[in-house]
């Protein structure tokens, strides 16, 4: 008999009260997190977007108490970070790995010395280290630059590099500060993906930061859009996808998948104009070409694509739907009954 | 004007003028670097927005850094007079001037250490503090690793500045190249020797800091 025993501790890894982060300069004074409150799962990987200004790094950084918050409390694993200071502070961040824009390793010690560093934090006895040095070597798939300064690596093994630091102590929190930002596409999607396996297997919670929507399209299971040091929206990321309701989060859904239609096009367009999301495993072009059988419509598409999150489909597609008002309504309402959503954005003229 | 013999004849005391000067210097650069190190660390560290930020001791420590610095070793050479008896016993030769030139040296060097960290990304520092690592392992293993390049740049600088310096200490008796020159080229008008002085520096002004240069870049893996 085989008993399977789900050992979870609190379901909520980070817990986010009223934080804010205030900065005093000579001139004026910035908000530069302003009462923010969030909760992030245990296992999750959380993303928050924003435009560069709008306190996503304030706010991560806050996390491990790089900033000092203003105000507010900081919970992490049910540890109040906020009211530790000294060694205790240390041994916390210990369990809280961090990697950055621009790695941020020792240029004077080697990979190895890098990684070992963070071990050394821990007072790992150094016959231990080597093997587990070597191990996370091997993780990040570096084993061979053991002995190799960081000036001689590319971008994406530093950033590996990184990734293998944060991760030496086995934290159970990771937080990536613009991680990707400085790679190009291709390294990006390595790194995102080695991120993601880190997530997997060893459940570690991940928040990272990006002004990116790609990258939260591609591995983040719930996000958050900042502006102004507030978060103004937050979610499921294929929620806030198929759903924005923020008109910054729309601009920055836009960015991924855009629905622009060129004026000149618009002025030729006489029908009416839908916009038609349908989400999960619908069959979407069988639903459209049913629609056009029934109704006497005719569908013009304009633009569409189907978007996979969290390997789960999302397509949208614009229509320019020729016909009978009555008949165009109909329509309408048969997709609807077909689970998909639809959005009239300009009635036939 | 130039005459060989002459300078064949007083070499016992040439040698023995820079046996006196290397000593001095030695001396003064190994006080410098022992007490300079971790005043400059100090003066780093407990500044605005550093890990051991602490106003009291940063200002503290800078007013005397920037005191001592102010003064033009001439005069600091005769004030310390008094220090030097205490320490030394008496007021000439080398182990004299060696106190005045470390006094020198000290605060000299520490705002080169100073510097020469805040050429370090802070972004470095933070990830370290990031690790969860101490205070201590972030001087030994980040800032003095980071900054060691510079460091021996700097190091280079003390050392020539020292060359310099001792030569003055030769005004009052300390011994060395400078207090060849003065007993001889000076009151004795005895140009040889005043030139052989001039290039003796020369030679070991080029040779440390072709040596420093070589030994900074040699140890920087950027
Ligand atoms: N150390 C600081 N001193 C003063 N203002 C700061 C500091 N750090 C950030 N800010 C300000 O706080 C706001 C948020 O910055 P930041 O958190 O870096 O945003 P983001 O990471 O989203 O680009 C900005 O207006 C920025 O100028
Ligand atoms: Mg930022």
Redesign the interface.
Known sequence: MIIYLNVERSEKMIQIQHLSKVYQTKEKVVKGVDDVSLDIETGEIFGIVGYSGAGKSSLIRCL?L?ETPTSGTILIDDVNLTKLSGVKL?????K???I?Q?F??????TIFENIA??L???KMPSNKIETRVMELLEMVGLSEKRDV???QLSGGQKQRV?IA??L??NPSVL?CDEATSALDPNTTMSILRLLKKINKELNITIVLITHEMNVVKEICDRMAIMQDGKVIEEGQVYDIFSNPVQPLTKEFISSVVSYEIPDTVMSTLAGTLVKITFKGEVAMEGVISDTMQKYRVKGNFLHGSIEYIQERALGIFLMELQGECDEVEQAIAYILEQNAQVEVIRQHV | MFDLSHIMELMPDITKAFGETLYMIGISLTIALIIGLPLGVLLFTTDKGLFLENRAINSVVGFFVNIIRSIPFIILLVALIPLTKLIVGNTIGPAAASVSLSVAAIPFFARIVETSMREI?K??I?????????PW?IIW??LL??S??SIIQGLTLTLINLVAYSAMAGFVGGGGIGDLAIRFGYYRYDDSIMLVTVAILIVLVQLIQFGGDRISKM????
């Open positions: 491990n790089l240390r041994q916390a961040r210990l809280i790995g961090m950055f621009h941020y390793l020792i240029s004077q010690k560093f963070a050394q934090a821990a300064y960081p000036a990184g630091r944060a030496a102590n937080l | 990304d972004g470095v933070e990830a370290a503090i990031s690790t969860g690592a101490s392992m293993n980040v690793p980071e060691k390049s140890i920087d893996k950027r």
